[in-house]
């Protein structure tokens, strides 16, 4: 009897467990993860992919050149802020050639149209003249950050890690405007890793700590479906409260995701949902000379490239996306995000494609069209005395969603409990095409008055859009319940939902 009680107890503690509700508050929540999904039913999730705009900047400058790369983009106010290695590094008559690096910096009022500062800070050839930010330790792989931490000094407004393993590892660097820097400490303060890479770190609004995020090699191990890399580039993390002391280092683990060459890692908090960390990482795969390989761009420059090196010319590199919550494990997606696309010149070649650390809001160029994401990546490398960085654009929220097709499909998220009286999702659907929703109990029961049949159609393409039932739209009295929320689509892409209390909305509430 005891026996059979205490297993009883155990299921049904187990049963609550599993049945958690999930705070989100007001958080806008994205479906770049499934961290909310319960059930998919006739839908999926569904990848998207930046659509290529102008060339942002051409780094033709002496002291910039075919090696310029490690980007990292700071939207500052009204100001855009880009920051990025310039180096002669790449091949010449089928030999390696290297040059000085310094480390530059842009600006933009949009973040579409660039411009390169004389900052007159540092002599490059007997000329101050020139946008140089940095020329000593930690010259290779300078990545700058804004600092969000609450009561930062205003002296330290700006920060950065950098630094190689020959330096001894990652400094850390502080900046009061951005542009004059000075070391925090002589010594680095992350000693064990490659480092070879673009290092990374920020303030963890969520988690109350900074996180660094570095380049690694491991042997490492495979569990159940959490892979970690064997031997190959990986990526490595440490969490620090001052920015000096750094601990609890650890590999990332992936989920469903194979062992693959990763470059750089550009994570960082989305700025529109910072709870949920999304990186940029770069695949690396080398596929040898073949006949497609002989087909893509520029054969000339890749024969030099090989000559000098096989993989410099038989490499391929293109972009990837991957979201996390707990800043070590996270979900990867296998397929590519950011593709070489259409061959042409300057493409489908080793150092293409390296997305910049962050993603920015930019106004649409199309009239009346809300705002959208901005982000940039390589264009050109290793050959010649040049190479530039493309912009990219996707809609707000827009790297992953929630897709059925015309026959329809269907959402069923985890327990959660919300705050606010409205709900608002970013969707797009066809002329044809809907979602409706419905609020269930914890165990998936329609909640009167939010039933699906009383949910009119919700048809359009909008970031916030406040869904209504037949009662209006007023969901206040369900704050703080343990709900589902069921969303019923066709031919429809749901992107995000984040409930509110925007008054500018104006909850309606019934009038019969």
């Not at 159940?224 to 650890?250: C, H, M, N, Q």
Request: proline share 5%; hydrophobic share 35%; glycine share 10%.
């Amino acid at each position: 009897m005891r026996t059979a009680l205490f297993v009883s107890l155990l299921l049904v503690t187990v049963f609550a467990q599993a049945q958690e509700p999930i705070e989100i508050g007001t958080r806008r929540e994205l479906f770049v993860d499934g961290h909310l999904i319960d059930k998919l039913a006739g839908a999926r999730r569904r990848l998207h992919h930046p659509i290529p705009r102008e060339i942002a900047i051409v780094h033709d400058a002496p002291w910039e050149g075919a090696g310029s790369g490690y980007h990292s983009v700071i939207r500052d106010g009204a100001l855009y802020r880009m920051y990025h290695r310039g180096s002669a590094l790449g091949v010449t008559d089928g030999r390696l050639k290297t040059g000085r690096q310094v480390y530059c910096y842009v600006e933009s009022r949009d973040g579409i149209h660039w411009t390169k500062p004389d900052l007159s800070l540092f002599e490059y050839n007997g000329s101050k003249k020139n946008n140089i930010i940095w020329t000593g330790v930690g010259v290779h792989n300078f990545a700058p950050f804004l600092d969000t931490r609450p009561g930062c000094p205003r002296e330290s407004r700006f920060k950065a890690l950098a630094g190689t393993a020959k330096e001894g590892g990652l400094f850390a660097f502080h900046s009061p405007d951005g542009i004059h820097w000075s070391l925090m400490r002589d010594k680095p303060v992350v000693t064990k890793g490659a480092f070879d890479s673009q290092n990374l770190a920020f303030w963890d609004t969520a988690a109350g700590k900074y996180r660094a995020y570095f380049r690694t090699f491991t042997k490492g191990t495979t569990t159940g479906k959490v892979w970690k890399p064997a031997g190959y580039r990986a990526i490595r993390t440490a969490s620090s409260t001052d920015f000096l002391s750094w601990s609890d280092e650890a590999d990332l683990t992936y989920e469903d995701s194979p062992v693959e060459h990763l470059y750089t890692n550009q994570i960082a908090p989305y700025f529109r949902a910072p709870h949920i960390l999304i990186g940029f990482p770069t695949r690396y795969i080398e596929r040898g000379w073949s006949p497609s390989m002989r087909a893509l761009p520029q054969l000339e420059h890749r024969q030099q490239r090989a000559a000098a090196n096989l993989r410099y010319g038989t490499a391929l590199t293109e972009g990837l996306l991957m979201a996390g919550r707990n800043g070590v494990h996270f979900e990867r997606w296998n397929e590519a995000f950011l593709r070489p696309g259409p061959q042409r010149p300057d493409t489908w070649n080793y150092g293409h494609n390296y997305i910049a650390s962050n993603v920015v809001e930019t106004k649409s160029s199309l009239p009346g069209a809300p705002n959208e994401l901005s982000l940039y990546a390589t264009e050109g490398a290793w050959t010649g005395n040049s190479n530039a960085i493309r912009r990219y654009t996707l809609r707000l929220d827009g790297f992953v969603s929630v897709n059925a097709d015309w026959k329809g499909g269907e959402l069923i998220t985890r327990p959660l409990r919300f705050g606010g009286n409205r709900l608002g999702i970013n969707f797009a659907t066809s002329s044809a095409g809907s979602i409706r929703v419905e609020i269930q109990d914890a165990r998936g029961r329609p909640l009167p008055g939010f039933a699906l049949d009383e949910c009119p159609d919700v048809f359009g393409d909008e970031i916030d859009r406040t869904v209504e039932w037949k009662g209006g739209s007023n969901v206040g009295g369900l704050a703080g319940q343990t709900v589902r929320l069921r969303f019923v689509l066709k031919d429809a892409d749901l992107y995000a939902l984040k409930f509110s209390s925007d008054e500018s909305k104006g909850a309606k509430t019934s009038t019969k």
